[in-house]
């Protein structure tokens, strides 16, 4: 079975807003197995959304639109799918009924608009709204349907677990197709360039393409995200989720030990785990607490620790030092400029202290537009404070970095200068996301025992 | 015209990223008042790209193809095409000179896969490469045109903008159609529901429905954009710029005056401006200084008003205080329970005192899952802590809001509690930024000496 998924609205088609139900319905179905060759959106305009639904029943078994169904004029999926189906509208005085209650359990009468939303092709079959008023549709036409559903992403989305995918996977049954599962692993990185991992992982790709068997495939994908580093994406096919595991387990292990050989520990998770999580669970393990000190990031790295539920264990607070006074009163810096490796020290040395954590992250630096103290946009340093037993033994290997140096006793602190691309918004991004990954690197280095991180 | 959008990708059938190409197209092709009837997404097959290729030239005039023009073997946008117009891939030598050239600057050899991108369609015209390695093209079929840009975002806008819109628009030209813009303006509100929002504008929406002329036309639509708020598009259709200019002026007006009545300050901004930009603004004309202090949110509002360019003219700083022992000792809280207004009231008093800032605003409350201090998760306490002259004289009106008291000298303060829905994330980023809309509305408030603001 393939599905074509044609999602409806003018508003997709100036850009207003993005189509997220074409994203997800993809993302289900590669989930479930079951190909989508093509993607289609198109406004509310009856001529041409009948034009859509005809090609996309030309080169596809199925089609599922999105959109459309709702109460007002502007809503004519319905009338388009009958067009195609060549057969009348008929009301359905029962859902009539359903959405009158709908409004009735709100306490208000139903717009006379949303009787159309009982408005059904003669010869479908109607999918029972449980969270709104617009009930779905599916539609058969000879051996092929088209399976209709509102455009609301949750109402969209509970439609189709319930009664779509069902349905599809009846037919996929019928039609002796394949039976197999399409399952995917992601292993999340920060610290190397997508060409980098892309030349490092070429000679596994090329052994994958020769190691196609008949009912599975092993494939890896690279997908760059911005601010949230770049992704190796696993993709396997195969007869059984059973199966499907294990052959993901397996290339997790081979692409783990390639990456790790190649550039150390950048795969900081896998799947959703976020940075601010890795950092979590480390600090977690090690019994832990934080505390930041922030200029120009201004909170973004709190926010994002906070992110992580729980964090009220292993996370103190923090102090946002935007203005340079700020530095000097609450977090004790010595006055002077501020945009320097030891002023970064010091934020992470005054984090511990006045927030009372046994690991104190600094970070300063320059965002932009506009250099500051002399120092050129882009330009951070980010400090660390730690316990000296939990800090890396030995000194640090890559010269952008200061020695640690111990500056209390039985604390020991570090400090690395970076250099980040872009505009104002994205050095911030880019600033909190590397201090976090700076923070875990270490502390993974210190339970290795090895020389320090290294980081670009 | 009637332009089609074809993103080429497997990648985007899969829903591993999303189609921001197409949806940044079709903007620019609307600002541009360039019809977009269609977007189509395909995989990376060269039968199936062709399929969508002649489907999108039998039903539009222009078709602009997005991705596969990498050097991969995956990259076969330029097979389709040529396959499409029917002739022969031909090699360009001073493309391929000017690839190699690209990578000798960054001292590399070009791979020799490079080379591909060199490869235009007999016919096509080469649009050059300003900030990758991929070149567009240009490729004329009879009357229609297919336009083949990178499918990287920034090499992408930069071609559309620089070689595709005129190239579209000298065919407008030429076919004598319509020469008129489509233009529209966005109006961005806090505090009140779609629904009740396209209520009070229903009537304003049919006066339009009736007052569309031969040339021009206004229209309005409500986009529900989650934690950025609700916002009211005025689009209109008009003869050149002016004309569009007029009418937005006039319609913005009416709809002010319409929400105003019926909301009260519910209006923060216009198109891209976010709630932190209108405080910074109210704040500054002011000559007013903020510092925050946050338990719940964790930095978030600190982060929000960091990423307006000059905050630090007007922004000192925040204590994250989400440990309790934080609050009692960089904030001077009394020790005891810290989710309450006076707890609220407290954190704003120590961000004025402690951050040195004439505007103290102090968050608390419960992101959840779980209660605190016996406090349901969603209740969240905004206190703001104002030099007398500033803040509203006289009470405030809405019965959760506790009545302004002195604390200090010459200083007042206000407190107001929210019931806030969502899970943990939804509620911290609501709480942010309901809590810059209290503000904004306070320090508005105080401008027109009349009463209190009211907050849901």
Known sequence: VRVEILAVGTELLLGQIADTNGRWL?????????????HQSVGDNRGRIVTALRVALARSDAVITSGGL??????????????????????????????????????????????????????????????????????????????????????????????????????????GGMRGVIRSRVLRTWGTSESALAEALQPRIDALDLAV????????????????????????????DAVAAELLDAEEKEVRAVLAATFGDVVFGTD???????????????????????????????????????????????????????????LGLPEGPVVTEDAAVAMAEGANRVLGAS??????????????????????????????????????????????????SGRTSLVRRLRLPGDRQRVRQY????????LRRTLLTAEKGIEGPTLG
């Open 26 to 38: 993809g993302e289900h179905l590669a989930a479930a197995g079951i190909d989508s060759h093509f």
């Open 70 to 175: 709702g109460p007002t004029q502007d809503d004519i999926t319905r009338e388009a799918i009958a067009e195609v189906m060549n057969v009348p509208l008929v009301r359905d005085p029962e859902l009539v009924a359903r959405v009158e209650e709908f409004f009735a359990a709100r306490g208000r009468a139903m717009p006379p608009s949303n009787a159309r939303q009982a408005d059904v092709p003669q010869g479908a079959t109607v999918i029972d709204q449980t969270r709104g008023t617009a009930p779905g549709l599916i539609c058969p036409l000879g051996h092929k349907v088209v399976y209709a559903l509102p455009g609301v992403p949750h109402e969209m989305e509970e439609m189709f677990d319930r009664a779509v995918l069902p349905d599809l996977d009846r037919r996929r049954r019928d039609s």
């Open 213 to 240: 068997g008949p009912s599975t495939a092993v494939t890896l994908a690279f997908l760059a995200s911005g601010i949230e580093g770049l992704k190796v994406r696993l993709t396997v096919r195969a007869p059984d």
């Open 272 to 330: 959703e785990t976020s940075m601010e999580q890795a950092v979590a669970e480390l600090l977690q393990e090690r019994r832990l607490t934080l505390g930041v000190a922030e200029s120009l990031t201004g909170g973004l790295i709190a926010s994002r620790l906070v992110d992580v539920p729980g964090a009220s264990v292993w996370f103190r607070g923090g102090v946002v030092a935007y203005d340079s006074a700020v530095k000097y009163s609450i």
């Open 359 to 408: 690991v104190g992250l600094g970070i300063t630096g320059v965002a932009g537009p506009d250099p500051q103290e002399g120092v050129e946009p882009g330009t951070v340093f980010v400090g660390l404070s730690l316990p000296r037993d939990v800090a890396a033994p030995g000194g640090t290997a890559d010269p952008g970095a200061s020695d640690p140096s111990t500056r209390a």
């Open 431 to 438: 600033a909190a996301i590397s201090a976090l990954d700076l």
